[in-house]
């Protein structure tokens, strides 16, 4: 009778560990990105592809502790307005992204592809409104936070 326990309880335990491990690694589908003009965000898609102008001046740097199967990470979090707009001070659009912006720069024209997500506590925690309210930054009702798997920049006066 223990040992038939100590079976279920083992296998019931692997397969658990078997799931998440399968729920980490597995991608979030094969959804490709849709352009999307800024002003037109947050949209229904779960991925996009927008152009705006990065404030790296409220510039976050999340760390994570890792832990089997994940290693160690850091994550670079800045806000994402029009293209041009170095001005407004209420974010709409987060950026979350294993890539360093450049050094020495406030600002920068970017493209970003990636899923759009509500935020999160382990994307957005307090401490993230807190730090960029002190640099004048203040949270839309609505935020949405662009997990970035492509990122680039682009020249706005180039016609294409």
Do not use: C
């Not at 729920?23 to 965000?41: C, K, N, S």
């Not at 404030?55 to 502790?65: A, K």
């Not at 020495?104 to 999160?120: M, N, S, T």
């Amino acid at each position: 009778m223990q040992r038939a326990l100590f079976i279920g309880t083992s296998v019931v335990l692997v397969l658990g560990a078997l799931a998440l491990f399968a729920y980490a690694l597995w991608p979030r589908g094969q959804t490709e990105a849709v352009e999307v003009v800024f002003e037109d965000l947050p949209v229904d898609h779960p991925a996009v592809r927008v152009k705006g102008t990065a404030h790296f001046r409220g510039l976050i740097t999340q760390h994570s502790r890792g832990g089997l199967p994940w290693h160690p990470e850091v994550m670079y979090v800045y806000a994402l307005f029009p293209v041009g707009d170095t001005e407004s001070r209420e974010v709409r659009i987060l950026v979350r992204t294993p890539n360093p912006p450049p050094k020495r720069v406030d600002f920068g024209f970017v493209e970003v592809e990636g899923w759009l997500d509500p935020p999160r506590s382990h994307t957005v925690p307090l401490s993230t409104e807190q730090f960029m309210a002190r640099g004048g930054y203040f949270f839309h009702p609505d935020l949405r936070v662009i997990e970035a798997w492509a990122l680039g920049g682009f020249d706005p006066t180039r016609q294409d």
